[in-house]
C-alpha cells in the first residue's frame, strides 16, 4: 500500500514507537470526518474534453480552510505548507519549527523562521485544529443552517507521517494537490466500490 494512501479508519496506532512528535519537522496529516460524512464540499466536473475532478467548497470547507491558514498566527512556532480540503477529510502538511545552533528559529532544512518554538507536538495541534473547527461548524449548523453532523464532527484520531526529506516533501505536496483527481478511487469516498 502507498504510505500516503493509507487506510485511515483502521484504529490502531500508525504513530513512529519512541518518535517525538514535537521535534521540529513536516508532518503529512489526514484527519476525517466521523462516519464519512461528506460535509465540506462536492468533487464536481466541468464540462468539455479536458475538463478535471475539482473540489468545490461549501461555506464549511471554506471555514476549514481559514482555520488552517490561522494554525501559524494562533500557535507560532508551527507552520503550514499544502492543504486539500476533501467531501469529508482533509490532507495537510504540519511543520513544527525547530531551533538553530544560533537560537535562531528554523523550518527543516535551515530556512530562517521568526518565531521561536512553542513546544507543541503535532497531536497537540492536530488537536487544537479539531477543537476551533467544531466549535465553528457547530456556530455554522446553528447560525447559517450547515448540514448537521451526528456525535462528532471528526474521527477520534488521524493519520500522520513524518516527511524525511525534501524529495518526500515534493512528492506529498504533489499528492495533496491532485487528490481532488482521485476521489472516484478514494477509500473515503462513500460510493467507493471496493
Known amino acids: 500500500m502507498n504510505s500516503l494512501n493509507p487506510q485511515i479508519n ?13 521535534s521540529a ?8 470526518t466521523q ?4 460535509l465540506f464540499g462536492n468533487i464536481c466536473v466541468g464540462a468539455g474534453p479536458r475538463a478535471c475532478p475539482e473540489m468545490v467548497l ?9 482555520v488552517w ?3 501559524p498566527s494562533h500557535y507560532p512556532g508551527n507552520d503550514i505548507d499544502e492543504l486539500v480540503v476533501m467531501p469529508n477529510h482533509i490532507h495537510g502538511i504540519i511543520i513544527i519549527v525547530g531551533t538553530s545552533k544560533n537560537g535562531q528559529s528554523e523550518l527543516p532544512g535551515g530556512r530562517p523562521q521568526g518565531v521561536a518554538p512553542t513546544g507543541l507536538s503535532l497531536s497537540d495541534v492536530v488537536h ?17 443552517g450547515w448540514q448537521p453532523y451526528y456525535g462528532k464532527l471528526w474521527q477520534r484520531s488521524y493519520y500522520e507521517h513524518v516527511i524525511r526529506d525534501e524529495d518526500e516533501l ?25
Open 10 to 22: 483502521q484504529r490502531h496506532s500508525v504513530r513512529l514507537k519512541k518518535y517525538d512528535y514535537s
Open 25 to 32: 519537522g513536516a508532518y503529512f496529516v489526514t484527519i476525517c
Open 35 to 38: 462516519n464519512r460524512e461528506c
Open 58 to 66: 461549501l461555506d464549511a470547507g471554506r471555514m476549514i480552510t481559514s
Open 69 to 71: 491558514q490561522q494554525i
Open 128 to 144: 487544537r485544529f479539531k477543537t476551533m473547527t467544531t466549535k465553528q461548524y457547530t456556530d455554522g449548523v446553528k447560525q447559517s
Open 170 to 194: 515534493s512528492e506529498v505536496r504533489q499528492y495533496i494537490s491532485t487528490n481532488p483527481l482521485k476521489w472516484a478511487l478514494d477509500r473515503e469516498n462513500p460510493e467507493y466500490r471496493r
